[in-house]
């Protein structure tokens, strides 16, 4: 059977919740000559783009945005085919910098963990937040967003799937629930 499809944020409703998250990094961010913004593969890297284009057009600052690839540090690198090329693109230093880790969906927590441990291997940063567009829960691990698009209590056998045009051709947000 398939899965019964449950649309949690419309089209409009990812550009705008992308919108308020990037006037919610720009208030904590203060000083926005140190904010730089690392958007984690597949859909935290067109996030952290959009958020940097929207930021711009709030406060007519560039923020630099980089891509950062967590296969290397993941805790399962056992099981995984690293066969594929490293795909991190962060061209600057991150030294004394507030990053701002971006990704679509957290879980179980363990990606950001993954990425917490790369992102600190290009500089020391003075702070690293992270920002997500949906929050599922069922953490393994003590790590919460300090921005969340939209919270959403799931069960473990359900999936969310984020879709972001410049990846998917359209935006959206699904909860697909087993039947
Ligand atoms: O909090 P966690 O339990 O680690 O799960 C969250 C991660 O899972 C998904 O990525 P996925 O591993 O499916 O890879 P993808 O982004 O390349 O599709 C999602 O995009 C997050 O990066
Ligand atoms: O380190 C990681 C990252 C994502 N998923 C895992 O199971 N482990």
């Known amino acids: 059977m ?81 066969r594929t090329p490293e795909k991190t693109d962060i061209p600057f230093d991150l030294t004394d910098k507030v990053i701002v880790l971006v990704d679509d969906v957290i879980y179980r927590g363990r990606t950001i963990r993954a990425a917490l441990n790369a992102v600190t291997e290009y500089g020391r940063p003075e702070k690293i937040l992270l920002a997500v567009l949906v929050d599922r829960g069922h953490r393994d691990l003590p790590i919460h967003p300090d921005f969340t698009g939209k919270e959403l209590p799931t069960a473990k056998d359900e999936k969310v ?13 699904e909860l697909l629930k087993p039947n």
Not at 32 to 38: A, E, F, G, N, T
Not at 163 to 170: C, H, K, P, S, V
């Open 161 to 173: 799937k984020v879709f972001l045009q410049e990846i998917d051709g359209r935006d959206g947000v």
């Open 2 to 82: 398939p899965p019964e499809v449950i649309e949690i944020l419309s089209p409009d409703e990812v550009r705008r919740t992308v919108n308020r998250l990037a006037s919610q990094i720009v208030e904590r961010a203060g000083d926005l000559s140190k904010l730089v913004l690392v958007g984690i593969f597949t859909r935290g890297v067109p996030l952290a783009e959009l958020l940097g284009r929207q930021i711009e057009a709030l406060e007519g600052v560039k923020i630099p945005v980089g891509h950062l690839d967590i296969t290397f540090w993941r805790d399962d690198l056992d099981q995984i085919d690293l």
